[in-house]
């Protein structure tokens, strides 16, 4: 059963950073490329980042580019996103889904 975990959301001023965190179980963690995606209120889903199976090649939204850092650790089957200059318009609910499947995500609001 394919199980991820998002961790690492909060309450933070803009300007702020973040980690991200994102345990996966269930499947071959390091054999397939994984994005985050989020889900701002009241908005459809976004994609915000993706990375190769190996960790060596990423891809980024216009809107993060620069300011966001994907990565993973597939010995511990672990995905995190360093969030850096974080800006009113990231408060958005995120998630790492795998093949249709995404855990209950984790909430980043940046407000002052």
């Known amino acids: 059963e394919v199980q991820l975990v998002e961790s690492g959301g909060g309450l933070v001023q803009p300007g702020g950073s973040l980690v991200l965190s994102c345990a996966a179980s269930?499947?071959?963690?390091?054999?397939?490329?994984m994005n985050w995606v989020r889900q701002a209120p009241g908005k459809g889903l976004e994609w915000v980042s993706t990375?190769?199976?190996?960790?060596?090649?990423?891809d980024y939204a216009d809107s993060v580019k620069g300011r966001f850092t994907l990565s993973r650790d597939n010995a511990q089957n672990t995905l995190y996103l360093q969030m850096n200059s974080l800006k009113p318009e990231d408060t958005a609910v995120y998630y790492c889904?795998?093949?249709?499947?995404r855990g209950q995500g984790t909430q980043v609001t940046v407000s002052s």
């Open positions: 269930g499947f071959t963690f390091s054999s397939y490329v």
């Open positions: 889904p795998h093949r249709g499947c």
């Open positions: 990375i190769n199976p190996g960790g060596s090649t990423t």
